[in-house]
């Protein structure tokens, strides 16, 4: 028997699957296209009466420890259901479904009013106001530590996708499935559906030399190291990286700075993306670009030739002051708003055309329904939660360098064109050519 999508109330304002799943927090969802002649689709709408253009065109999918959840949204609602380990009976109760539903509501932090936050950031910060009616709904997911940890060793001197297809490959080499392709509809034939391993799967030192093998190179001795790292010093590893939520800012950051291949903006990375520091942002020479042309910022005395715990600390402290508790909510909009792949998001088909023959698309405050390329999403220089008496103020919703860890551009990706700009430059190149910015 097939499970049955639930669904509940939320505006594409508060989560929008398509920017939050690709702008490089997590790397294991996949997108399933779907065919709008889909059977399946019945199991979408809880009424008989739903306008059919409002009908999910895509399903999103991540494969946890006993289910592979699967996720839909429409402008207004997420839909979800989820397929249970083939080891196990089908647990197909409501109950079952329920845990789906608190691990969403945990995972996508959605206790948190992010349409109030996008409120007090305008207010605050003009520069957030004009880019916020284009990138509604962009969140920071509060993800699983280790693999937090993980995929972020993995993000060195890398781009999203190439971290994407490591992150996967170690999932199939050192996780045994949890479903196959014959439990999920729409999975291309003998695909399987893996979790993500613990500390003890990677620990052996065997893993090293496989990580090699599968095209990991320098991060394959990083990981291993650590998963040994933690296993030699904690009964429980996975425990161990969860109660780092307890700590202070300060103190979490020493903790996994102490972890093989974690510097400063990668330990910056996980502390806001699964520690629960909503205040920290992960800084590195493209969020300093960022900072110095769309926010005027000036370092205070010479300027270093690359990125020192100075330039660091300043660049931080700026965007923290001005966003607030929630700055590195706030700089993962601005992050996404500025990666390339992002030019197009949430944009009309109609665009004006500029003096120096660029396209820019006129901007549009409607709910963003564009498709995100799935193709190579550069990250630039980076891809970028304590339990909850410790996690920051939050606003509820109403309704219930060892090494440096930048990222850079992928070998042979294409040349920039001017519809390839990043946000900052093409606000560049407007003010050179005296248009409105």
């Known amino acids: 028997?097939?499970?049955?999508?639930?669904?509940?109330?939320?505006?594409l304002a508060q989560l929008n699957l398509k920017a939050v799943l690709k702008c490089g927090q997590s790397f294991r969802w996949t997108m399933v296209p779907l065919d709008p002649t889909n059977q399946d689709l019945k199991h979408t709408r809880i009424d008989d009466e739903a306008n059919p253009h409002e009908l999910p065109t895509e399903e999103w999918r991540l494969t946890l420890n006993d289910r592979v959840v699967c996720?839909?949204?429409?402008e207004?609602?997420?839909?979800?259901?989820?397929?249970?380990?083939?080891?196990?009976?089908?647990?197909l109760s409501d109950d079952a479904q329920d845990s789906t539903l608190l691990w969403l509501r945990d995972y996508f932090q959605l206790d948190i009013d992010l349409e109030a936050l996008y409120a007090d950031w305008s207010k605050r910060d003009a520069v957030f106001q004009k880019l916020a009616p284009r990138f509604l709904g962009?969140?920071?997911?509060?993800?699983?530590?280790?693999?937090?940890?993980?995929?972020?060793?993995?993000?060195?001197?890398?781009?999203?996708?190439?971290?994407?297809?490591?992150?996967?490959?170690?999932?199939?080499?050192?996780?045994?499935?949890?479903?196959?392709?014959?439990?999920?509809?729409?999975?291309?034939?003998?695909?399987?559906?893996?979790?993500?391993?613990p500390p003890k799967a990677l620990a052996d030192p065997s893993v090293e030399t496989k990580l090699r093998e599968l095209g990991?190179?320098?991060?394959?001795?990083?990981?291993q190291k650590t998963a040994t790292m933690l296993c030699e010093k904690h009964e429980d590893p996975m425990k161990a990286l969860f109660e780092l939520r307890r700590l202070s800012t300060s103190k979490a950051r020493e903790r996994l700075l102490e972890l093989h291949g974690v510097g400063p903006k990668v330990a910056d990375c996980i502390l806001l993306m699964s520690l629960d520091k909503a205040e920290v942002v992960p800084v590195d020479t493209h969020v300093q670009q960022i900072a110095t042309k769309m926010y005027g910022f000036k370092f205070q005395g010479k300027q270093p030739k690359a990125m020192n715990p100075k330039l660091y600390s300043e660049i931080a402290s700026k965007?923290?002051?001005?966003?607030?508790?929630?700055?590195?909510?706030?700089?993962?909009?601005?992050?996404?708003?500025?990666?390339?792949?992002?030019?197009?998001?949430?944009?009309?088909?109609?665009?004006?055309?500029?003096a120096d023959g660029a396209t820019l698309p006129l901007p549009s405050p409607a709910p963003i329904t564009g498709e995100i390329p799935l193709g190579e999403l550069s990250t630039s220089d980076s891809v970028k939660h304590e339990e909850s008496s410790q996690r920051p103020a939050s606003r509820r919703r109403k309704s219930k360098l060892e090494p440096d860890s930048s990222l850079k551009i992928g070998e042979g990706e294409a040349q920039e064109t001017p519809e390839d700009l990043t946000l900052a430059e093409r606000v560049k190149r407007r003010r050179r050519a005296g248009k409105p910015v």
């Open 1 to 11: 028997m097939v499970p049955i999508f639930k669904s509940i109330k939320l505006p």
């Open 71 to 74: 996720l839909r949204q429409t």
């Open 76 to 91: 207004n609602e997420l839909f979800y259901r989820a397929y249970f380990s083939t080891n196990a009976a089908p647990d």
């Open 138 to 197: 962009i969140r920071i997911l509060r993800q699983d530590p280790w693999e937090n940890v993980v995929s972020f060793i993995c993000s060195q001197n890398n781009h999203i996708s190439r971290i994407t297809s490591m992150v996967h490959s170690l999932c199939i080499h050192f996780s045994p499935p949890v479903c196959s392709s014959s439990d999920l509809p729409g999975s291309p034939l003998n695909t399987a559906w893996h979790s993500f391993p």
């Open 216 to 223: 990991f190179g320098y991060r394959a001795k990083y990981i």
């Open 319 to 354: 965007f923290a002051n001005t966003w607030g508790p929630y700055a590195g909510w706030a700089h993962s909009v601005l992050f996404t708003a500025d990666l390339k792949s992002f030019a197009n998001f949430g944009l009309n088909p109609a665009a004006a055309v500029v």
